[in-house]
């Protein structure tokens, strides 16, 4: 797997648990499937480039920005 | 549509024709399909975020810089 989909799932978790949430919370802020959210932070699942942005909406940070924090590693 | 899925196809096919690329050199060059990358340009498929990630890095620029000029309108 590249860079990105290994780190991810990793950031997206981060700033989950950053903002003290659960899966759950986060899913419902998003307005995605818990499960779905589940299996994006396990790397199970790889989003569209809307559904990243949904996430990274619902983590109040721009996608470019959470998408930067990857890349950096 | 989002403002993303709206200026994502904008974003790459300026940055493509940029490069004075064809769809196909510029799928040649991201490994991807001709066809999705003329389907992409015209919004009607979203990529996920790891294609999106070969097509940033196959038009020579970081993911998160394509998707902040995305961001930015």
Redesign the interface.
Known sequence: M?G??DR?PVVVRQLRQAHGWSQERLAEKANLNRSYVGEIERGIA?????T??KLARALEV????L??R??RG
């Open positions: 590249n990105l989909s991810f790889c989003p569209s480039l809307i990243a942005d721009d996608l470019s920005a998408v930067a990857c890349e």
